[in-house]
């Protein structure tokens, strides 16, 4: 039979004529052996275990220094044992706004957008910076002992006293000012050795020449785009992404290449951005793992959110199903932490902080609905017959009992390019050890434009690696 395409990106414009396909909760993998059985695969994404409670929440915010773990929930910091015991070390003065957090070598800084806070990892004491040079912080990043931070509504960049965030100035070597382009300083980021300085239209790099201040502008390396949200600036596989504009438009996600900028977000990824009028308030969290680094975008107003693996460049979205009303809404996490051997996530809503595995098929026991819908299948505008369908796919791995104990994949196909669904159809994909088990669907008639949707919501791994569609009989 021949193979139809299957493993692809979420790509879902306005016209459904055009493309409107999904791949949620399962994201590609290439073969690197040359000789696998299929090229690529749609695997499973992580779920999530309960690690531990903190109180309040949301979790605004997580850092890991010098083998200690600590996060922001509600108003509280946090440290996190090894044990998923808990401390609270002390309070902040906001509960919901997003943190952020760095160290330097004695100290950790927080900031929530309106005050700065500092904990001294000998002491374990926690204190609101009172210096009264202190400005109102937009953002905070650290370079070669120093904090800085982005004086909110100007164009204004401070620096702290060497390794110490609690003391500040107002003289000519304690802050500059950003001023290769009249737009206001929106976030400072470190990104190997140089500071990155992201105005809401363009961005300017800094290094550190010793002068009186002692990050200096770097000639030649000014960028055409700035930043839209700074929550999501990241720096992951050696280059930093973050939610541009510029004087032309917004809603594009940059990637740094030397000191450009390139744009790594498609039309449909933009398009969904592009939907939501609060998308400044986006923020964004990463991890690698198996050789995958994963960018994940919560943009606010979206009920999904939305996943760039960079070693692929696909798109894929990650969705919880909230089991109370079964409605779509974005995955749980806030923030990530690697600790303990251990992806550490905070929750977005609550204070749970959970385990991030690829061996938990469920949310915190909730369950997770994997689908992909496919591109649509034409053959220039010809009736073609639709006689079998079917999954090459990892069988035989059903749960030892309970729920997924037979696990089952749903299918069901539409005549018009996923405007409207046929009834669901179901089939089994093997207890455990039935690893000759077939999953096909017969009789599918025949259409101009077939979309077909495969979905499992059964908490077992899923692994797809192709699908078949035989219309010759």
């Not at 596989?237 to 973050?242: H, V």
């Not at 806030?334 to 303990?340: E, I, T």
Request: charged share 20%.
């Amino acid at each position: 039979m021949p193979i139809i395409p299957f493993v692809g990106p979420s790509y879902q414009m306005e016209a459904f004529s055009f493309d409107h396909q999904r791949c949620v909760n399962l994201y590609a993998i290439v073969s690197e052996s040359g000789s696998s059985a299929s090229p690529s695969a749609l695997r499973s994404t992580p779920g999530l275990q309960d690690f531990a409670e903190l109180g309040g929440g949301p979790v605004r915010g997580g850092i890991e220094s010098q083998g200690r773990v600590f996060f922001v929930s509600g108003s509280g910091f946090y440290e996190v044992l090894s044990d998923g015991t808990t401390e609270n070390h002390g309070t902040l003065n906001t509960f919901t706004s997003r943190v952020q957090i760095l160290d330097n070598p004695t100290q950790i800084m927080v900031i929530d957008g309106t005050d700065g806070y500092i904990f001294t990892k000998t002491t374990d004491a926690f204190v609101q910076i009172t210096d009264v040079d202190f400005p109102t912080p937009s953002s905070l990043t650290f370079q070669d002992g120093y904090f800085i931070v982005s004086a909110a509504g100007t164009n204004l960049m401070y620096v702290s006293a060497i390794n110490n965030g609690l003391s500040w100035g107002s003289g000519a070597s304690d802050f500059t000012t950003v001023e290769g382009n009249p737009d206001f300083l929106t976030a400072v980021f470190s990104n190997k050795s140089n500071v990155w300085a992201f105005g809401t239209k363009t961005t300017e790099v800094f290094q550190n020449t010793g002068a009186l201040f002692p990050f200096q502008v770097l000639r030649g390396a000014f960028i055409q785009t700035g930043c839209a949200a700074p929550d999501t600036i990241q720096n992951i596989d050696n280059s930093l992404i973050w939610l541009g504009t510029d004087e032309n438009g917004g809603a594009v996600l940059w990637r740094s290449n030397g000191y450009n900028a390139t744009r790594i977000s498609t039309q449909a990824i933009e398009r969904l951005i592009s939907t939501s009028d609060r998308f400044d308030e986006s923020y964004a969290w990463t991890y690698h793992e198996r050789g995958h680094a994963f960018y994940c975008l919560q943009v606010e107003g979206l009920n999904t959110t939305l996943v760039v693996d960079l070693s692929t460049g696909l798109w894929h979205e990650r969705v919880y199903r909230n089991p109370i009303t079964n409605n779509e809404e974005q995955h749980r996490g806030s923030c990530h932490v690697f600790a303990f051997n251990k992806h550490l996530v905070g929750d977005r809503e609550t204070g749970m902080v959970y385990e991030q595995r690829l061996d938990v098929y469920t949310d915190s026991e909730d369950p997770i609905v994997r689908k992909r819908i496919l591109p649509v299948i034409v053959a220039e505008n010809e009736l073609i017959p639709h006689w079998q369908f079917e999954l090459d796919m990892e069988v035989g791995i059903g749960a030892v009992s309970g729920q997924g104990e037979n696990p089952r994949v749903m299918m069901r196909y539409s005549d018009n390019r996923g405007r409207t669904w046929s009834s669901e159809l179901l089939r089994e994909f093997g207890e455990m050890g039935e690893y000759n088990t077939r999953v096909v669907w017969n009789a599918l008639g025949s259409s101009k434009g077939r979309v077909y949707e495969v979905s499992v919501s059964d908490p077992v791994f899923v692994q797809i690696n192709a699908a078949y569609l035989n219309g010759s009989g």
